[in-house]
């Protein structure tokens, strides 16, 4: 059985790497302030109108924080 996927599950796929790849950059860059940076960067977007944006900036912060919590080997339950 081949298993065949939509055209909009892909590009979730393709928007899910791409958030995990710049919430890694930013953590390499700037360590664990790159997670309190994008939360900023998304309430400041949020109150501008852009939700959507906030939204995805949002999903690079829990990126960026679930990849820390990796790193130090922290369960996610104690943040």
Do not use: K
């Not at 950059?25 to 977007?45: E, K, N, T, Y």
């Amino acid at each position: 059985m081949l298993l065949t996927l939509s055209e909009q599950t892909w590009a979730m796929f393709r928007l899910h790497t791409l958030t995990d790849g710049i919430a890694s950059r930013m953590l390499a860059l700037d360590g664990i302030s790159a997670v309190w940076q994008l939360q900023v960067a998304a309430a400041i977007v949020y109150r501008t109108g852009n939700r959507t944006a906030a939204e995805c900036i949002i999903e690079m912060a829990d990126a960026a924080e679930r990849e820390w919590m990796q790193a130090v080997e922290l369960p996610a339950s104690i943040i």
